[in-house]
Protein backbone atom coordinates (compact mmCIF):
# COMPACT_ATOMS: atom_id res chain seq x y z
CA UNK A 1 0.00 0.00 0.00
CA UNK A 2 1.32 3.22 -1.07
CA UNK A 3 0.86 6.96 -0.78
CA UNK A 4 1.76 10.52 -1.61
CA UNK A 5 1.88 12.85 0.80
CA UNK A 6 2.22 16.40 0.74
CA UNK A 7 5.79 17.96 1.94
CA UNK A 8 3.89 20.21 4.42
CA UNK A 9 2.66 19.90 8.24
CA UNK A 10 -0.76 17.76 7.23
CA UNK A 11 1.84 15.04 6.16
CA UNK A 12 2.04 13.65 9.24
CA UNK A 13 -1.46 13.17 9.83
CA UNK A 14 -2.19 12.02 6.93
CA UNK A 15 0.41 9.01 7.68
CA UNK A 16 -1.36 8.31 10.60
CA UNK A 17 -4.61 8.19 9.11
CA UNK A 18 -3.47 6.36 5.96
CA UNK A 19 -1.58 3.70 8.01
CA UNK A 20 -5.26 3.52 10.85
CA UNK A 21 -7.43 3.11 7.32
CA UNK A 22 -5.03 0.16 5.77
CA UNK A 23 -4.30 -2.22 8.83
CA UNK A 24 -7.75 -1.54 10.56
CA UNK A 25 -8.11 -5.25 12.07
CA UNK A 26 -5.11 -6.74 9.91
CA UNK A 27 -2.65 -6.55 12.75
CA UNK A 28 -3.50 -6.11 17.05
CA UNK A 29 -4.25 -2.17 17.60
CA UNK A 30 -1.16 -2.00 19.80
CA UNK A 31 1.38 -3.23 16.29
CA UNK A 32 -1.12 -0.64 14.78
CA UNK A 33 -0.56 2.40 17.72
CA UNK A 34 3.45 1.60 17.13
CA UNK A 35 3.41 1.70 13.29
CA UNK A 36 1.35 4.82 13.20
CA UNK A 37 3.41 6.78 15.75
CA UNK A 38 6.45 5.90 14.09
CA UNK A 39 5.28 6.20 10.59
CA UNK A 40 4.56 9.78 11.43
CA UNK A 41 7.90 10.11 12.92
CA UNK A 42 9.77 9.51 9.86
CA UNK A 43 7.13 11.73 7.52
CA UNK A 44 7.43 14.84 10.05
CA UNK A 45 11.53 13.87 9.49
CA UNK A 46 11.11 14.23 5.50
CA UNK A 47 9.18 17.02 5.35
CA UNK A 48 11.26 19.29 7.94
CA UNK A 49 14.74 18.07 6.83
CA UNK A 50 14.37 16.84 3.49
CA UNK A 51 11.30 19.80 2.34
CA UNK A 52 10.53 17.22 -0.58
CA UNK A 53 7.73 15.15 -1.37
CA UNK A 54 6.94 12.02 0.49
CA UNK A 55 6.43 8.74 -0.28
CA UNK A 56 5.23 6.20 2.38
CA UNK A 57 4.73 1.93 1.65
CA UNK A 58 3.59 -0.13 4.47
CA UNK A 59 3.23 -3.57 3.88
CA UNK A 60 1.62 -6.37 6.09
CA UNK A 61 3.81 -9.55 6.16
CA UNK A 62 3.02 -12.95 6.21
CA UNK A 63 4.22 -12.91 9.55
CA UNK A 64 2.44 -10.57 10.50
CA UNK A 65 4.98 -7.70 11.08
CA UNK A 66 4.53 -4.71 9.54
CA UNK A 67 7.12 -3.02 7.54
CA UNK A 68 7.02 0.84 6.54
CA UNK A 69 9.30 2.67 4.04
CA UNK A 70 9.12 6.74 3.84
CA UNK A 71 10.94 7.69 0.56
CA UNK A 72 11.91 11.32 0.54
CA UNK A 73 14.30 13.60 -1.82
CA UNK A 74 17.23 14.68 0.65
CA UNK A 75 20.14 12.16 0.31
CA UNK A 76 21.09 13.25 4.14
CA UNK A 77 20.31 9.95 5.89
CA UNK A 78 18.97 10.65 9.69
CA UNK A 79 21.48 9.98 12.55
CA UNK A 80 20.33 8.59 15.79
CA UNK A 81 21.08 10.83 18.72
CA UNK A 82 20.38 11.22 21.82
CA UNK A 83 18.80 14.34 22.79
CA UNK A 84 18.98 16.28 25.93
CA UNK A 85 16.03 16.29 28.61
CA UNK A 86 14.82 20.39 27.62
CA UNK A 87 15.02 19.73 24.09
CA UNK A 88 12.08 20.16 22.26
CA UNK A 89 13.05 18.05 19.12
CA UNK A 90 15.30 15.25 18.36
CA UNK A 91 13.69 11.83 19.73
CA UNK A 92 11.87 10.27 16.57
CA UNK A 93 14.69 7.52 15.49
CA UNK A 94 15.04 7.07 19.10
CA UNK A 95 11.37 5.94 19.26
CA UNK A 96 12.52 3.95 15.90
CA UNK A 97 14.99 2.39 17.28
CA UNK A 98 12.90 1.31 21.01
CA UNK A 99 9.49 0.52 19.18
CA UNK A 100 11.08 -1.68 16.28
CA UNK A 101 12.79 -5.18 15.67
CA UNK A 102 15.00 -3.39 13.09
CA UNK A 103 15.22 0.10 11.04
CA UNK A 104 17.55 1.52 8.25
CA UNK A 105 18.49 3.75 5.78
CA UNK A 106 19.05 3.21 1.87
CA UNK A 107 19.57 5.86 -1.01
CA UNK A 108 17.22 5.73 -3.39
CA UNK A 109 14.31 7.58 -2.63
CA UNK A 110 12.28 10.45 -4.20
CA UNK A 111 13.01 13.47 -6.21
CA UNK A 112 10.86 16.23 -7.07
CA UNK A 113 9.36 15.50 -10.89
CA UNK A 114 9.80 17.92 -13.30
CA UNK A 115 7.03 19.28 -15.60
CA UNK A 116 6.63 17.99 -18.52
CA UNK A 117 7.22 21.36 -21.02
CA UNK A 118 10.80 21.98 -18.76
CA UNK A 119 11.84 17.94 -19.85
CA UNK A 120 10.39 18.47 -23.42
CA UNK A 121 12.40 21.60 -23.62
CA UNK A 122 15.95 20.16 -22.04
CA UNK A 123 16.19 17.70 -24.97
CA UNK A 124 19.23 19.45 -26.18
CA UNK A 125 20.50 19.73 -22.18
CA UNK A 126 20.23 15.68 -21.94
CA UNK A 127 16.65 15.42 -20.91
CA UNK A 128 13.84 13.23 -22.49
CA UNK A 129 10.44 14.80 -24.69
CA UNK A 130 7.65 12.85 -23.73
CA UNK A 131 5.08 12.14 -26.16
CA UNK A 132 1.82 14.00 -25.70
CA UNK A 133 -0.03 10.79 -24.55
CA UNK A 134 2.23 9.96 -22.28
CA UNK A 135 2.43 13.13 -20.79
CA UNK A 136 -0.99 13.53 -20.20
CA UNK A 137 -0.72 10.09 -18.21
CA UNK A 138 1.93 11.14 -16.18
CA UNK A 139 -0.05 14.27 -15.17
CA UNK A 140 2.33 16.30 -17.02
CA UNK A 141 5.08 15.68 -14.96
CA UNK A 142 8.00 13.45 -15.70
CA UNK A 143 10.06 11.59 -12.88
CA UNK A 144 13.04 12.01 -12.40
CA UNK A 145 15.98 9.65 -11.45
CA UNK A 146 15.85 8.87 -7.77
CA UNK A 147 18.69 10.56 -5.83
CA UNK A 148 17.44 10.86 -1.87
CA UNK A 149 16.77 8.57 0.91
CA UNK A 150 14.68 5.80 2.12
CA UNK A 151 14.36 5.67 5.48
CA UNK A 152 12.31 2.16 6.60
CA UNK A 153 11.38 0.32 9.82
CA UNK A 154 9.59 -2.90 10.84
CA UNK A 155 7.24 -3.76 13.53
CA UNK A 156 6.28 -7.09 14.98
CA UNK A 157 2.95 -8.03 16.03
Do not use: I, Y
Amino acid sequence: MRVRLPKDTRAPLLARAFVRRELGVLCPPETRDHVELLASELVTNAVVHAGSLVTMDVELEADGSVLVEVADGSPDHPVLRDADLLEESGRGLELVDKLSVEWGVRDGGLREPEPAAAAAGAGAAGGTALPGPLAAVLGGRVPRQATGKVVWFRVSS
